[in-house]
């Protein structure tokens, strides 16, 4: 193939990642411009809590209590190879409320919770809904998209930390039931172990994470090309971006938090 | 009064509208016609600012659509759209009320589900259905909820995009006629788009054929069988045969 050839067509693809960038950029900043400004849409945003927060509930708990006991058993396996099964409490408690509860609960929410907002909002463009809000003079943004991703910004930090108390239970009751450990004393090493600022970075990579679902869902589907096809494209993407940058944000705050 | 001055606009190479200018007069009725992809929805949307035109004026009583108070223009508004449009996870009296729920028309709940049950019988509604989703109702019960939702805050000017599509023989009577009494009784300036010609004859005071981006022939429906123009001849009597080209 023709070098040039190559070289035009990444170019283009850099150009079109970029011009994708900027209008995500422009896209959230709209978004929180809106936080601010009214008119409110209080009704949205608490049915947006209800969907977000405690809808989402069963599927974080779940997900915490078997990671939770997953990782106390590898722990104890891993730790007897060197003598080392009494870290069974600490290792989880600091996995579970540094890394695993935050990014298993931001990944449970944009399964669950990006999916539906996108799928949502695109159906409701390819049916000219978003245009009749316009016509009865609603703006989308402030109807659809920030009442969503303020009710994640302030749900997600909340699920995460329920997900660390369930994911640290499910360990304990492992430890507990099936390992032999003390009751009391797996509790006081746990507490004895964990810092506040690993509960603050769980919580402030929550609030990220659940700002990231809710926005790519609104994104992509207010993006969303034609019909059937496009509300699934739309849905596809959402999902895609915001596990990928849950997970690239994960990196860097965890590089923030920790590192210094 | 709503003028259309050379309006344009291009979609990528596509150039939809070529400069299409139109006028409707203040309590009158006009049906835009023409065929699929000709442009008639994309007018619509660039008077109600949901599409900005590349080129061209849209004065509404002399006012440019596109500067002042959006949410004061928009207020003069009423649109029936196409599919219905209605909110899937309101019931059918917010979907009717929702500009009385919000924003500067905004009544108490009571008095707004009062009014909401009122234009549903005007449109030939119980208010059994007011509580009913529209994902419960048929294909003409929502047209007839989009058309109770359009005229819920007494709009001077309503439009009417394809508001008999997908609607069986009698159901279109049925619709034609509510749009042709509401628009009578309210004194509302009423744009419609179709293709149905028995909606044009019960619905038009004046007729406008959209061809190629630009109004081909504009006059009274009275006029419209003996135009002489061969555009919208062949329209009407939806011929293969003529200056439009069929695919086939």
């Known amino acids: 193939m023709n070098p040039l050839v190559v070289l035009e067509r990444l ?42 927060g405690w809808l989402s509930l069963p599927v974080v708990g779940l997900t915490a209590i078997f990671t939770g006991g997953a990782l106390a058993l590898q722990i104890y396996s891993g730790g007897a190879r060197f003598n080392a099964e009494a ?62 991703v303020l009710a994640a910004l302030v749900t997600v ?9 369930i994911g640290i239970g499910g360990g304990y009751v492992v430890a507990v039931k099936n390992l032999g450990f003390n009751s009391a004393a797996y509790l ?14 769980s919580l402030v990579k929550g609030a990220v994470f659940g700002v990231i679902a809710a926005t790519m ?27 990928i940058l849950i997970l690239a944000a994960n990196f860097v705050l965890t590089g923030v938090f920790f590192s210094i | 009064m709503i003028r259309m001055e050379n309006v344009q606009k291009a979609f990528g190479s596509n150039q939809v509208l070529r400069g299409m200018s139109l006028e409707i007069p203040k ?20 008077i109600l600012g949901l599409i900005q035109p590349d080129a061209g004026r849209i004065l509404v009583d002399g006012q440019d659509a596109t500067s002042g108070d959006r949410d004061a223009f928009l207020a003069r508004f009423g649109m029936l759209f196409q599919g219905g449009a209605l909110f899937d996870s309101l019931p059918v009296w917010q979907n009717v009320a929702f500009r009385l729920l919000r924003g500067s028309l905004k009544r108490p709940m009571d008095e707004a589900r009062e009014i909401a049950i009122d234009k549903l019988r005007r449109v030939g509604l119980k208010p059994a259905v ?24 007494e709009p001077e000017i309503i439009f009417f995009d394809e508001p008999t599509t997908g609607l069986d023989p009698i159901m279109s009577g049925v619709i034609n006629d509510l749009i042709r009494e509401i628009v009578v009784e309210m004194g509302a300036t009423a744009m419609t788009i179709t293709h149905d010609m028995t909606s044009v004859r019960a619905i038009a005071d004046n007729v406008a054929m959209l061809h190629d981006g630009v109004i081909k022939w504009t006059g009274p429906v009275a006029q419209m069988d003996d135009s002489g123009d061969p555009y919208l001849d062949q329209f009407i009597h939806g011929r293969a045969q003529g200056p439009i080209e069929a695919v086939r």
Do not use: W
């Open chain 2, 130 to 153: 007011a509580d009913l989703f529209p994902a419960e109702l048929s294909g003409g019960m929502q047209k007839r909820v989009g058309l109770a939702r359009a005229i819920a805050a």
């Open chain 1, 217 to 243: 869902g609104c994104f992509y589907g207010m993006q969303s090309g034609r019909g059937a096809q496009g509300v699934g494209r739309a849905t596809k993407d959402s999902v895609e971006a915001a596990a």
């Open chain 2, 27 to 46: 309590g009158s009725s006009l049906v835009i016609i023409g065929g699929s992809g000709t442009g008639k929805s994309v007018a619509l949307k660039c």
């Open chain 1, 188 to 201: 006081q090493n746990t507490v004895d172990f964990l810092e506040m600022r690993d509960v603050i970075s």
């Open chain 1, 11 to 52: 170019g283009g693809a850099v150009l079109r990642a970029l011009a994708l960038v900027g209008r995500l950029t422009i896209f959230a900043a709209r978004t929180f411009s809106h936080f601010l400004r009214p008119p409110f849409y209080p009704r949205e945003f608490a049915q947006a809590l209800l969907s977000i």
């Open chain 1, 157 to 165: 930090p909340l699920l995460v930390g329920v997900g660390d108390i």
């Open chain 1, 87 to 148: 870290v069974v409490p600490q290792i989880v408690a600091i996995g579970m409320v540094r890394e695993l509860g935050p990014v298993l609960v931001g990944l449970m929410i944009a399964a669950r919770v990006t999916s539906s907002i996108a799928a949502e909002i695109a159906t409701m463009k390819v049916t000219e809904q978003i245009d009749a809000l316009v016509t009865l003079s609603t703006n989308p943004m402030k109807y659809l998209v920030a009442p969503r």
